[in-house]
């Protein structure tokens, strides 16, 4: 293997040219009969690199590079691949310099450690128990059932009038009482963006808008428009009401993606409670308020005055 120092400048990460974040995020499909057989991908316990001594793993680098692509949404590209790569070796040196140091030793150093492995470990068993569960058709329509239930909402259609002051509102209301047409008086006075357009807002539900533009159009009928300007932080407005709807939910295998992951996220909760449930605990009551709980409902019971009330200290 190649010694260096750093600072590492790295043209290519793989000989074989092969992007590692897809690599790790797609499965492998068969390639085409090739007419020049390519370099095969390195396995991910490949050794990226040693270090002063010590191994790492392809597999390691890999981890890190795609979180480093998904918190910058960088694209692939040899540039971002030459600064994660010089970023993960900065990592492990200042690492090998804090085991040198012996700072693990420190007590804030230590609990971050292992607060780390607990989350660590702790998604990996969220992660292995939603591979053990496959929701039946019969849970699926029951949830697609209440999903439905709950969807129901009201979707509008509209169009407005944007100003910057209640008194040019209300002239605009006077003129609309008397005949003008909203769509011209928008094109001419409507500050925002959709004024070109006559106002015209596409479809939308009430959770949308701002609340007094919301409130507005929900306690309007279609065909009319509002006979008070609304207020909100972005100025007047006149709104139009042109038609109303119920809107339509998804259907049953448009939705079986996000219900499958749902009753997974529930069953998941379940199992986890039951391992809290059968855990055995003890707790150091000075620093842990325990609220005792009524057994039947599970709400906290009611306080003891007398066990509440502290005991008088012993006279000597």
């Known amino acids: 293997m190649k010694k260096t120092r750093l600072p590492?400048?790295?043209?290519?990460?793989?000989?074989?040219?092969?992007c590692i974040a897809e690599d790790a995020a797609k499965p492998a499909t068969p390639a085409?009969?090739?007419?020049?057989?390519?370099?095969?991908?390195?396995?991910?316990?490949?050794?990226?690199?040693?270090?002063?001594?010590?191994?790492?793993?392809?597999?390691?680098?890999?981890?890190?590079?795609?979180?480093?692509?998904?918190?910058?949404q960088s694209e692939n590209v040899e540039a971002f691949q030459q600064q994660a790569f010089n970023e993960f070796m900065s990592l492990i040196?200042?690492?090998?310099?804090?085991?040198?140091?012996?700072?693990?030793?420190?007590?804030?150093?230590?609990?971050?450690?292992?607060?780390?492995?607990?989350?660590?470990?702790?998604n990996a068993t969220v992660a292995a128990m939603a591979e053990e569960i496959t929701p039946t058709d019969e849970e699926l329509k029951k949830a697609y059932e209440e999903v439905?239930?709950?969807?129901?909402?009201?979707?509008y259609k509209a169009r407005h009038i944007l100003v910057k002051d209640e008194d040019e509102a209300k002239k605009l209301i006077?003129?609309?009482?008397g005949g003008a047409d909203f769509g011209e008086l928008a094109k001419k006075h409507s500050l925002g963006p959709t004024g070109k357009n006559g106002g015209e807002l596409d479809w939308f539900d009430a959770n949308?808008?701002?609340?007094?533009?919301?409130?507005?159009?929900?306690?309007?009928?279609?065909?009319?428009?509002?006979?008070?300007?609304?207020?909100?932080?972005?100025?007047?407005?006149?709104?139009n009401l042109q038609e109303s709807r119920n809107a339509e939910p998804p259907s049953f295998e448009?939705?079986?993606?996000?219900?499958?992951?749902?009753?997974?996220?529930?069953?998941i909760a379940e199992k986890l409670n039951a391992l809290r449930d059968s855990a055995m605990v003890e707790l150091n009551e000075d620093l842990v308020k325990v609220t005792p709980r009524d057994e039947q409902t599970g709400d906290p019971?009611?306080?003891?005055?007398?066990a509440a009330t502290p005991a008088a200290p012993a006279k000597k």
């Open 8 to 18: 590492l400048l790295l043209g290519v990460l793989l000989a074989t040219g092969t």
């Open 32 to 72: 085409a009969a090739p007419e020049a057989t390519p370099a095969a991908a390195p396995a991910a316990d490949a050794i990226i690199a040693t270090v002063n001594g010590t191994a790492y793993p392809l597999s390691l680098f890999q981890l890190f590079y795609i979180e480093r692509m998904q918190q910058t």
């Open 93 to 122: 040196v200042a690492s090998q310099e804090a085991e040198r140091r012996k700072l693990e030793d420190k007590a804030d150093v230590a609990s971050a450690l292992q607060m780390q492995r607990i989350k660590v470990l702790s």
């Open 148 to 155: 439905k239930k709950n969807a129901t909402r009201t979707e």
């Open 174 to 177: 006077k003129e609309l009482d």
């Open 208 to 239: 949308q808008m701002v609340q007094p533009f919301a409130e507005a159009v929900s306690s309007m009928k279609p065909g009319t428009y509002s006979k008070e300007p609304v207020q909100t932080q972005f100025g007047w407005h006149v709104i």
């Open 254 to 267: 448009d939705a079986k993606p996000q219900l499958i992951a749902l009753l997974q996220r529930q069953k």
């Open 301 to 306: 019971a009611p306080a003891d005055d007398k």
